[in-house]
């Protein structure tokens, strides 16, 4: 269980990193990088979303929502921070 919460802390990231680029990316109108940021956020989201709701009993999933969601303020944070590909032409 406790490498699971790791994995779900890093899942987080993953997933809000990914989604808060793909959203600058639609904002940029750069079509390619959104559609495939789009799609991967889909496969981490929902493999994440399905471990957590078979592989774990009431008690734990509870703590594992919370450490992923703890990954997603994370993922956000850095999403915002990252710059790389977005610079647009002027």
Known sequence: MNYYIFLYYFA???????LTLNWRFIAKEKKVQASILSFLVTIVTMTVLY???????????IIAILIYATGIATGTFLGMK?????????
């Open 12 to 18: 987080g990231i993953l997933q809000d990193f990914l």
């Open 51 to 61: 471990n957590i709701l078979t592989r774990l009993d009431s008690q734990r999933s």
């Open 82 to 90: 990252f710059k790389w590909g977005l610079e647009g032409k002027k």
